[in-house]
T-cell receptor, first 115, second 117 residues
Framework: DQQVKQNSPSLSVQEGRISILNCDYT??????FLWYKKYPAEGPTFLIS?????DKNEDGRFTVFLNKSAKHLSLHIVPSQPGDSAVYFC??????????????FGQGTILTVHP | GAGVSQSPRYKVAKRGQDVALRCDPI?????LFWYQQALGQGPEFLTY????????KSGLPSDRFFAERPEGSVSTLKIQRTQQEDSAVYLC???????????????FGDGTRLSIL
């Protein structure tokens, strides 16, 4: 039962263009969403997050959009740079209760930005 | 050296051997998580500590997996009688507060890549 899904295993983008990574979730108890970036042989690095009370959060070149009714979120990177090439994981958690903030991850999307 | 540190980085063991994986969280971080990442997949939750208390071990695959954090800082994940399906990257993460939903993301170590022959 995959509660967080990233349906695109890979994405290739030209430098300077926009990268859009998508994520869908099924558990309506999730109310906090995060994006992590991972380089080979390194641990995931936090990128940006969004609470369910918002529909957009922006940090520099990175913007995350949340559509609660569709249970869908997306990460926009603009402009894309070659150094952005990595695996991107979407993760979700429910704050409070017995979730303890444990993260449920998607399968990841490999982003390649070509010079 | 302010990050989460894991050791060893790589571990090769024969099927049936016991292994121990170590995690040094960021100093002062209350919460500590272990995740298992199979090849081509996202990390999957194993267990959670708040200080020295193991509050959630619902993700541990079997009773061969055991984790501890006796003094509320360093944690060890032990796998007994290893099997080939235990081969994965084991990631440790810590955060300064009780749960990430309050706006504090988890900080991950670089993981231990475990290979069972």
């Amino acid at each position: 039962d995959q509660q967080v899904k990233q349906n695109s295993p890979s994405l290739s983008v030209q430098e300077g263009r926009i990268s859009i990574l998508n994520c869908d979730y099924t558990n309506s108890m999730f109310d906090y969403f995060l994006w992590y970036k991972k380089y080979p042989a390194e641990g995931p690095t936090f990128l940006i997050s969004i609470s369910s009370i918002k529909d957009k959060n922006e940090d520099g070149r990175f913007t995350v959009f949340l559509n609660k009714s569709a249970k869908h979120l997306s990460l926009h990177i603009v402009p894309s740079q070659p150094g952005d090439s990595a695996v991107y994981f979407c993760a979700a958690t429910g704050a409070g209760g017995t979730s303890y903030g444990k993260l449920t991850f998607g399968q990841g999307t490999i982003l390649t930005v070509h010079p | 050296g302010a990050g989460v540190s894991q050791s060893p980085r790589y571990k090769v063991a024969k099927r049936g051997q016991d292994v121990a994986l170590r995690c040094d969280p960021i100093s002062g971080h209350v919460s500590l998580f272990w995740y298992q990442q199979a090849l081509g997949q996202g990390p999957e939750f194993l267990t959670y500590f708040q200080n020295e208390a193991q509050l959630d071990k619902s993700g541990l695959p079997s009773d061969r997996f055991f984790a501890e954090r006796p003094e509320g800082s360093v944690s060890t994940l032990k796998i007994q009688r290893t099997q080939q399906e235990d081969s994965a990257v084991y990631l440790c993460a810590s955060s300064p507060i009780r749960w990430a939903g309050a706006g504090q993301p988890q900080h991950f170590g670089d993981g231990t890549r475990l290979s069972i022959l």
